[in-house]
């Protein structure tokens, strides 16, 4: 079954640690994203990658890392300079970014993670 | 800046009522369109995407989004909803010209009582 995978699906941490929330897929895609998902914000971008070891900063990065070793994994880290970090975590991914048809940039997503910060 | 507006934060219908939600977007260049569902405890899934042509697109479920460029707008649209599409409704505009972007609204929830 292709599809993206997030785990933990419940994440509890404790104020000035670091946490990284995992992102897989097996869709072959080249681009991926990640999104920060707040009651009555809708969805906000906070890293996307077009391709292995590449990333750009979306529109909220501040206190957020990533990393693109690989195709398939695009794990993110939420650090303790993140001054509001308890929210839903979306991770996407699409065949690309621009072009190459309808279906290129169409996003996929998983199942999310739910961060707390105690 | 860019930015896409839901207007409609809460919608409650009645079964078989009919649907419209709207979705407008600040940015004078092209864009591809897209509507998502939430459905409870479901991931987030496409519903139907605009990228050239026909400015009427039909999604799954019997949904369909026209495009009016002239009011930079692309509302959804069921004529008769049923208890099943309960859920939260994203519009979502991609910008591929200059610095990428794909810009999502702030959501609308639908609950339709049976």
């Known amino acids: 079954d292709g599809g993206i995978t997030q785990s933990p699906k419940y994440l509890f941490r404790k104020e000035g640690q670091n946490v990284t929330l995992s992102c897989e897929q097996n869709?072959?895609?080249?681009?991926m994203y990640w999104y920060r998902q707040d009651p009555g914000q809708g969805l906000r971008l906070i890293y996307y990658?077009?391709?292995?070891?590449?990333?750009q900063k979306g529109d909220i990065a501040e206190g957020y890392s990533v990393s693109r070793e690989k195709k398939e994994s695009f794990p993110l880290t939420v650090t303790s300079a993140q001054k509001n970090p308890t929210a839903f975590y979306l991770c996407?991914?699409?065949?690309?970014?621009?072009?190459?048809?309808?279906?290129?940039?169409?996003?996929?997503f998983g199942p999310g993670t739910r961060l707390t910060v105690l | 800046a860019q930015s896409v507006s839901q207007h409609n934060h809460h919608v409650i219908l009645s079964e078989a009522a009919s649907l419209e939600l709207g979705c407008n977007y600040s940015?004078?260049?092209?864009?591809?369109l897209f509507w998502y569902v939430q459905y409870p405890g479901q991931h987030l899934q496409l519903l139907l995407k605009?990228?050239?042509?026909?400015?009427l697109v039909k999604g799954i479920k019997g949904f369909e989004a026209e495009f009016i460029k002239s009011k930079f707008s692309f509302n959804l649209r069921k004529p008769s909803v049923q208890w099943s599409d309960t859920a939260e409704y994203f519009c979502?505009?991609?910008?591929?010209?200059?610095?990428?972007?794909?810009?999502f609204g702030t959501g609308t929830r639908l609950k339709v009582l049976a």
């Open positions: 940015y004078g260049g092209t864009v591809n």
């Open positions: 979502a505009v991609i910008i591929t010209s200059g610095t990428y972007k794909y810009i």
């Open positions: 990658s077009q391709i292995v070891n590449d990333f």
């Open positions: 869709l072959n895609h080249d681009a």
């Open positions: 996407a991914s699409s065949a690309g970014l621009a072009g190459g048809g309808s279906s290129y940039n169409e996003q996929f």
């Open positions: 605009y990228f050239s042509g026909d400015p």
